[in-house]
Each structure stands twice: as structure tokens, then as C-alpha cells.
């Protein structure tokens, strides 16, 4: 790719190479005018590819995108010779769209203490949430009214995490233990997993593609310590231990391997088997938050948006391990992390032990980093009230989305990849615009601060919760 855009000829055309993300051209060289549109380059990329049907891109000249035409975006303060090919890459985007969330639908109250984390299940047909009061509940979002009420946990429960087949789900708590529930009873499926000792900071489930019975679980804690459990035997096979400092974060990723971030300062990468596959330093304070390219096509498995029921176990292997190669598709497995030391590192743990960049500008710690579904975008949200977005794969800054008058703890994508959502210690959620970078809109309505927010795996819904003890839904 040139390292400068050309400007008009005085014809006002340019001489442009189409050209795919994974660096091979589509089609000759064409002379087209300046002043051509997304839509229209759009059009013209399906008519090389010969696409049966139209399919979205969005277009890009060195990293900037087009989104009014390669005049205004592109050229335009562009002191260049005419004679230069543009590159113009493409990127092809979800076919569907996800409407904004605009109002709050249902106040749901039950909690009787803060809540603490927000989780649809991989289809999105139900709803979890994790609170202070040491209960989980699932919630009917048909009626959007309580469903069961899952008690058992003697302290806060942190996390939740539901089986990417979403026939259980986990919660860890204070106490130092896993439970597991039946989400279709309420029911607790045995008693607690207890090892651990100190609390539970993280969970995460095998990948289905990789083990269709989905019976594999990571729990991390602040003992440093991470264990894996056989949920159908209710057992420990192996402890991860290594750490020399708590353990804030797991994540078990699609080649089988399994990540986990620590008040060390370390990334630890181990193997399926629990043996250690590679230590990542680099960071100078604590790793808080860790984020995989692949991680919504490993949270939602076999579903996509047109709401596809596998017919069995086999089914539902093939389904996700074809929308994990498709995720995949776009380049290796790439991993975030973010740190108390203000910085983000981007990784690509298959290549290297050395990180693809440094992602600096946060003024304070960051707390929550999350890449967009197609992995195209990190978003990364911070104490210094900032949401800041970069390049998903070479980790250049791309925007700095201001509004939020205190901490931001946590941040959700659309499943289209169009919008992002913040909430804040500022007792807002926000809705942000990807392709103008900027605020869409501004839910109020939490009485306090904001500590999880989830948006729904099919687009329609997204759960908020908090301080305030009350789970809020918002709809279009």
C-alpha cells in the first residue's frame, strides 16, 4: 500500500486498485472519479467478486476510511502527485444491522444488593445476572419478568458465564466457589466446586467447536491459581498454577489454548492439558482485562442471527467450528490486554512473545477492553472517563469517545459490529456510532453507577445493572 492517497487528476479521476484484507488485488487497476461514494465502490467490489448476493464493505486508504466518497475522506488536504495508485482495501461488513437501543423497557427489581454482571445466553433467548445479595437470576425476556431465582453462593457472586450450548451456567463468587445451574429449572445442577481459596475473578467454557459436549470449565481467582473442572463429574482435572500474584482474568480461546492475565504483570498462555505453552510480559503493573479477536464467535457458538437451532451435539460442533474458522479467517487469533499501568498490549501469542504494539493515551487504568464481533475494532474503557478505539490489527489509535463524566467500566459491541455501549460510575449507559465515532445517544435512567452491560448476541436488547440493584433492558 502507498504511503500517500493521490489527488484528482484534473479530470477529477484517480487510478485505484481494489484490494482484500488479507493483501491480495481484486481486479485490474481502474481509473474512477474522484468523487465516488461508498455505495458506489461497494457496488463495483461485488461485480469483480461476482457475488450472487450484494454484500456491505466498508473501504479503507492507509487505515482511513470512506465513508462520504475517496474526494471528501480521502483526497481532500492531500498535497499528492496525481500519477499514485490508490489503494482502496475493503472489508466486508455483517450483512444485517443492529438497530440502536433507544429507551429502557423494563425496570426489573429483585436484587437486593448491587448487580454485579450481565450475561445473555449464546442464542439470546434468555438472560442472567450476578449480584452482591449472593443470588443469580434468570430472567423470562418473552415477558421480561423474573424466572427463577438461583440461591447457594454465602458471598457476592463476580462472574457468570453461560455454556456456549447454554444448557448451564456458571457463577463464581466471593465465597471462593463455582456453582453450576440448570437455566431451564433455576435449579443448582450438585453442590459448589470448591478448591479455590480466595474468591473466583473469572470463568470461561472450553469453545463448543473444539469439545461439542461443552463440559469443560476455567475458573480463575485471586489464590493466582486457575482451575479447569469437569462439569459433568463435578471435578478438578488440573490446577494452573504459576502465577506469583492473583489471577484477574481467563479465557479459553479456539486453538484450545488457554489465557490467563495476573496481578503479576504476566500473560500465561497454557496448553489444553494444563501444561505451560508460553509466559508474555511487558506490562509494568497489574493485567486487568484480556480480550480475544475470536471472542464472540467462541461466546456464541453455533447461533448466529438467523436464530439456527443445531439439530444435535454433531450439528452444533460443525456450526460453530464454521463460524470459528470465518472469525478466524481474518488472520490469526489476536489477544488485548489492558493494565493498572495505563497501556493495552496487542498480541499475536501464535508468532511472537512480543507484542504487535503498545496501545498508549489512557491517562488512567484501564479496566475493560473488548474487541468488535468481525474483530476489526478493540474498544478499551478507562478510569479517565474516555472509551478509546484502535485497530484490532495493528493496534494504531484510531478515536477517543468522550462524554462520560467518570470512570467507564465496561463496554459491549453490537453483533454488527456498528455500535458500541459504555456505562459508567457516571450512572449512564452509551451508544456510540462506529462510522462517525461519535455519540448516538445517551441512556439515563440508573439512579447510581453502572457496573455491567451486556447487549444481546441477536442485536434486539441489551441488560444494564448496578449499583442501584435494579436490571435494566432497552430496546429500539
Known amino acids: 500500500m502507498g504511503d500517500s492517497a493521490p489527488t484528482a487528476t484534473a479530470a477529477g479521476m484517480v487510478l485505484a486498485q481494489f484490494q482484500a484484507a488479507d493483501g491480495d488485488a481484486t481486479g485490474p ?88 454482571s450481565v450475561s445473555f445466553s449464546p442464542d439470546g433467548s434468555q438472560l442472567a445476572s450476578g449480584s452482591g445479595d449472593t443470588t443469580v437470576r434468570i430472567w423470562d425476556l418473552a415477558t421480561e419478568t423474573p424466572r427463577f431465582t438461583c440461591k447457594g453462593h454465602r458471598n457476592w457472586v463476580l462472574s457468570i458465564a453461560w455454556a456456549p450450548n447454554g444448557r448451564v451456567l456458571a457463577s ?10 440448570d437455566p431451564s429449572t433455576g435449579t443448582a445442577l450438585g453442590g459448589p466446586l470448591a478448591g479455590h481459596r480466595k474468591w473466583i475473578t473469572s470463568l470461561a467454557w472450553e469453545p463448543v467447536h473444539i469439545n461439542p459436549k461443552a463440559n ?23 490446577t494452573l498454577a504459576g ?29 489444553g492439558d494444563g501444561t505451560l505453552h508460553k509466559i508474555l510480559s511487558g506490562h509494568a503493573h497489574w493485567v486487568n482485562t484480556l480480550a480475544l479477536s475470536t471472542d464472540f464467535a467462541l461466546r456464541t457458538g453455533a447461533y448466529d442471527h438467523t436464530s439456527h437451532e443445531p439439530k444435535d451435539d454433531e450439528d452444533a460442533q460443525a456450526k460453530a467450528l464454521e463460524r470459528y474458522a470465518a472469525a478466524k479467517g481474518r488472520g490469526p487469533e489476536r489477544l488485548v490486554s489492558g493494565s493498572d499501568d495505563f497501556t493495552m498490549h496487542l498480541w499475536d501469542p501464535a508468532a511472537s512473545n512480543k507484542p504487535i504494539a503498545r496501545l498508549t493515551g489512557h491517562q488512567k487504568v484501564v479496566n475493560h477492553v473488548s474487541f468488535s464481533p468481525d474483530g476489526r475494532l478493540i474498544a478499551s474503557a478507562s478510569f479517565d472517563n474516555s472509551v478509546k478505539l484502535w485497530d484490532g490489527a495493528t493496534g494504531k489509535f484510531l478515536a477517543s469517545l ?19 455501549l459504555s456505562a459508567s460510575k ?28 451486556d447487549w444481546s448476541p441477536g442485536g434486539d436488547r441489551v441488560a444494564s445493572g448496578g449499583k442501584d440493584r435494579v436490571l435494566k433492558l432497552w430496546k429500539h
Open 402 to 420: 468522550r462524554g462520560h463524566v467518570a470512570a467507564v467500566y465496561q463496554v459491549c459491541w453490537s453483533a454488527d459490529s456498528r455500535m458500541l
Open 243 to 271: 502465577h506469583t500474584a492473583a489471577v484477574t482474568c481467563v479465557k479459553w480461546g479456539g486453538d484450545g489454548r488457554i489465557y490467563t492475565g495476573s496481578q503479576d504483570k504476566t500473560i500465561r498462555i497454557w496448553n
Open 216 to 238: 469443560r470449565l476455567a475458573s480463575s481467582s485471586k489464590d493466582g491459581t486457575v482451575r479447569v473442572w469437569d462439569t459433568t463429574l463435578r471435578r478438578c482435572l488440573f
Open 29 to 116: 487497476p481502474l481509473s474512477l472519479p474522484a468523487d465516488i461514494t461508498a455505495e458506489q465502490l461497494g457496488f463495483l467490489v461485488n461485480k469483480f467478486l461476482q457475488s450472487e448476493e450484494a454484500r456491505p464493505y466498508s473501504f479503507y486508504v492507509d487505515g482511513t476510511e470512506v465513508v462520504r466518497s475517496i474526494q471528501a475522506d480521502i483526497l481532500e488536504g492531500a498535497k499528492r502527485s496525481a500519477e499514485e495508485r490508490l489503494t482502496i482495501v475493503y472489508q466486508p461488513q455483517a450483512f444485517f444491522k443492529v438497530r440502536a437501543v433507544t429507551r429502557c423497557s423494563s425496570s426489573l427489581t429483585g436484587h437486593t444488593e448491587a448487580v454485579l
Open 426 to 453: 457516571d450512572s449512564t449507559l452509551k451508544v456510540w456510532d462506529l462510522r462517525t465515532k461519535k455519540l448516538k445517544l445517551e441512556l439515563p435512567g440508573h439512579q447510581d453507577e453502572v457496573f455491567a452491560v
Open 172 to 181: 463464581g463468587g466471593m465465597d471462593n466457589t463455582v456453582r453450576l445451574w
